[in-house]
């Protein structure tokens, strides 16, 4: 099956193009995505629990940017992923892009989803799925903008490029001199991961397809 979502970033395109290429950065932000394994700038393991409907389901894979277009801001991505309890596979196929929108950027996701097993059976319903999908994307956003806001001004803007003066200029000779080591120089600690996204409710999204479903079947009735 596939679909379209889309979501807002409070970056320029150039800018929001470099974070969401970072997949470490932005990997808490994903609901229920926990990164396993770095294996290099493409390819990444990893988990996701998600829910469809009442049931809870937890895929481990692998995913891979498959291709990617700089100029202009585009990527697919492919991901394979097995629940744990071995109820199924999922297998997708998301190109993405950026484009200008206001202040800020929009990215604009297709998705191409195909799931096997019991899993199939607990997302047949394409209605479902979309809902699913449409939870994740807008939490992800969500989480996106809260971690960009924590991160302050710097978040938003490139850093500039000095011009170059004598100070600048002395500053580059100090810098070739060789330094002696310190002594008991306290090791300096990586900066702290934010923590990942929680799960989605299952309740809140079975009770929203739902609503959805008397809303089209009451609009289809007064047409």
Known sequence: MEFDNSFDVPLPPARAWAVLMDIPRIAPCMPGAELGEVIDAQNYKGKIAVRLGPVALAFAGRVQIDSIDDANRSARVKAQGSDAKGRGAANATATFHIEPA????????????????????????VGMIQATAAQIIGQFAGNLRAQLASEGPAAAAPAPTPTPTATTASAAAAATTPRQPQQNAPPTAPPPMPPAAQPISGLSLLARVIWQQIVALFSRRRT
């Open 102 to 125: 206001g202040d800020g950027s929009r990215v604009l996701i297709h998705t191409d989803l195909m799931l096997s097993g019991a899993v199939a059976q607990y997302g047949r319903g």
